[in-house]
C-alpha cells in the first residue's frame, strides 16, 4: 500500500526549507542574503518572516549580528527525539544481549 501524500501550502514549505537550510549553521548562523538565495526568495520573504518566526523561539537572530540560526525551541524538540532514540536503543541492546546468550 502505498503512503498518500499531501501538498503543503506554500509558506509550509519554505519554513519546513528554512529549517532545512539553517541546520549545520548553529554557531555563526547565516545572513538574510545567504538566506535569500538558499530559498531562492525575496529578501523581503527574508526580513518578514524570520522576526515573524523569532517570536515562536524556532529561530532566533544570533546576538550582536544581523545573522539567523535555529532557535531554543527547535533544538529542545531535536535534544528530546534524540534522548529517547538513544533510551530505545539502550533498551534494544538490552534486549538482543539477553537473546543472544547460548542455551
Known amino acids: 500500500m502505498s503512503e498518500k501524500t499531501y501538498p503543503l501550502a506554500g509558506p509550509i514549505r519554505k519554513t519546513c526549507e528554512l529549517f532545512r537550510l539553517l541546520a549545520g549553521h548553529e554557531v ?24 515573524a518566526l523569532a517570536t515562536t523561539g524556532y529561530v532566533e537572530q544570533v546576538a550582536g549580528t544581523n545573522r539567523w540560526r535555529l532557535g531554543v525551541q527547535f533544538v529542545r524538540i531535536a535534544t528530546t527525539v534524540a534522548t529517547n532514540l538513544n533510551a530505545a536503543k539502550r533498551q534494544l541492546d538490552d534486549i538482543s544481549a539477553r537473546y543472544s546468550v547460548p542455551l
Not at 547565516?30 to 522576526?51: D, F, R, T
Open 28 to 51: 555563526l548562523g547565516l545572513a538574510p542574503g545567504e538566506i535569500a538565495k538558499g530559498l531562492g526568495v525575496a529578501p523581503s520573504w527574508v526580513s518578514q518572516n524570520l522576526p
